[in-house]
């Protein structure tokens, strides 16, 4: 079947690929096993792909167009999307240069200090620091706090905040060292403010900025936790900002989107301060698709249904231009 951007998405069979090898694998197939329920009541017809278990070159012929849950390391970063571009897939969501730049935080914060976005000040901490190095080189470039997070990671896993060196030594110690598979970590800026969160999506073509959703919570952070359990967060959307305030965040989301060449749908966070600063903490090109998460919230909140949502993300795979980096 040759498939354009008029192709009806009722007439492809769509896999939602979910699950890998990444640490957010357990989020992955939360999402995979919503969007498969949402796609089935958009009346598609759809089925829950494992990539763990199927391969990419599998796919070949038994799907037509791939919605992507999958989150982290080889789903988010761009390697999946290289081998459904080999294979002549279409996918939702971004290509591999976005893709790439939204995991490695390193890049994409560069890319905001060159646009003169606002985004807490950061140092690598290098693999080869031993903790005393590490230690030493975060406090005399940043000073305390910080927030402490993997260069390419989400969900809040292997992150967390540092007060004092003590702090910073007992992290390093509890996660920095031995979590390999997380690869370079960061210690940014830490702000004090509530996380905010604003979602991208194509609607007909276009990208539009959805209401911005605030979220509170009495952890110490807003940590893996408190994102994938709704009691330990009390959620605000529209968020609790002024006018000028949404109509500021939703432009800089807008902007990061498309400066890093997302395509589709992204999620875009930020760190609000109580003095109105909104800093940019990154960018997720492949959104959590929980029918209760922070994408089908804000959908929710701009009046399109969850099964309305999953239509518009299927779309978003029939409408990249012939050639994406």
Same mark, same amino acid.
């Given at each position: 079947?040759?498939?354009?951007?008029?192709?009806?998405?009722?007439?492809?069979?769509?896999?939602?690929?979910?699950?890998?090898?990444?640490?957010?694998?357990?989020?992955? *197939?939360?999402?995979?096993?919503?969007?498969?329920?949402?796609?089935?009541d958009?009346? *598609?017809?759809v089925?829950?792909?494992?990539?763990?278990?199927?391969?990419?070159?599998?796919?070949?012929g038994?799907?037509?167009?791939?919605?992507?849950?999958?989150?982290?390391?080889?789903? #988010?970063?761009g390697?999946?999307?290289?081998?459904?571009?080999?294979?002549?897939?279409?996918?939702?969501?971004?290509?591999?240069?976005?893709?790439?730049?939204?995991?490695?935080?390193?890049?994409?914060?560069?890319m905001?200090?060159?646009?003169?976005? &606002?985004?807490?000040?950061?140092?690598?901490? *290098?693999?080869?620091?031993?903790? #005393?190095m590490?230690?030493?080189?975060?406090?005399?470039?940043?000073?305390?706090?910080?927030?402490?997070?993997?260069?390419?990671?989400?969900?809040?896993?292997?992150?967390?905040?540092?007060?004092?060196?003590? &702090?910073? &030594?007992?992290l390093?110690?509890?996660?920095?060292?031995?979590?390999?598979?997380?690869?370079?970590? %960061?210690? #940014?800026?830490l %702000?004090?403010?509530?996380?905010?969160?604003?979602?991208?999506?194509?609607?007909?073509?276009?990208?539009?900025?959805?209401?911005?959703?605030?979220?509170?919570?009495?952890?110490?952070f807003?940590?893996?936790?408190a994102?994938?359990?709704i009691?330990?967060?009390r959620?605000?959307?529209?968020?609790?900002?002024?006018?000028?305030? *949404?109509?500021?965040?939703?432009a800089?989301?807008?902007?990061?989107?498309?400066?890093?060449?997302?395509?589709?749908?992204?999620?875009?966070?930020?760190?609000?301060?109580?003095?109105?600063?909104?800093?940019?903490?990154?960018?997720?090109?492949?959104?959590?698709?929980?029918? !209760?998460?922070?994408?089908?919230?804000?959908?929710?909140a701009?009046?399109?249904?969850?099964?309305?949502?999953?239509? !518009?993300?299927?779309?978003?795979?029939?409408?990249?231009?012939?050639?994406?980096?």
């Open positions: 079947m040759s498939i354009t951007a008029t192709t009806a998405l009722d007439e492809l069979r769509i896999g939602v690929l979910c699950g890998g090898r990444s640490p957010e694998r357990p989020g992955s *197939l939360a999402s995979g096993e919503a969007a498969v329920k949402g796609c089935a958009a009346g *598609l017809t089925e829950l792909i494992d990539i763990t278990d199927t391969p990419p070159q599998a796919l070949a038994r799907i037509d167009l791939a919605l992507l849950a999958t989150h982290g390391l080889y789903g #988010e970063d390697k999946l999307q290289g081998a459904l571009d080999w294979l002549n897939i279409p996918y939702t969501g971004s290509g591999v240069l976005a893709s790439a730049i939204g995991m490695d935080k390193r890049r994409f914060k560069a905001m200090f060159h646009a003169h976005i &606002d985004t807490p000040s950061y140092i690598e901490v *290098l693999p080869k620091w031993n903790r #005393e590490a230690t030493a080189s975060v406090q005399h470039s940043l000073g305390w706090p910080v927030f402490v997070k993997p260069a390419s990671g989400g969900g809040s896993l292997g992150a967390g905040p540092a007060w004092d060196n003590h &702090d910073f &030594d007992r390093y110690d509890q996660v920095i060292s031995p979590a390999h598979e997380y690869g370079t970590f %960061i210690a #940014e800026e %702000i004090h403010g509530n996380p905010v969160t604003v979602g991208v999506l194509e609607v007909d073509g276009a990208p539009m900025t959805l209401p911005p959703l605030e979220c509170e919570t009495d952890r110490p807003y940590d893996y936790e994102k994938h359990d009691a330990l967060r959620e605000y959307c529209p968020a609790r900002l002024t006018e000028s305030q *949404l109509s500021r965040i939703t800089t989301a807008l902007q990061v989107h498309r400066l890093i060449g997302a395509h589709g749908v992204s999620r875009i966070d930020f760190m609000v301060a109580p003095n109105g600063r909104q800093a940019v903490l990154e960018v997720n090109t492949v959104p959590g698709l929980s029918a !209760h998460g922070n994408l089908a919230t804000m959908a929710g701009a009046g399109i249904s969850y099964p309305e949502l999953m239509r !518009h993300l299927a779309r978003t795979a029939l409408t990249k231009p012939v050639y994406v980096p």
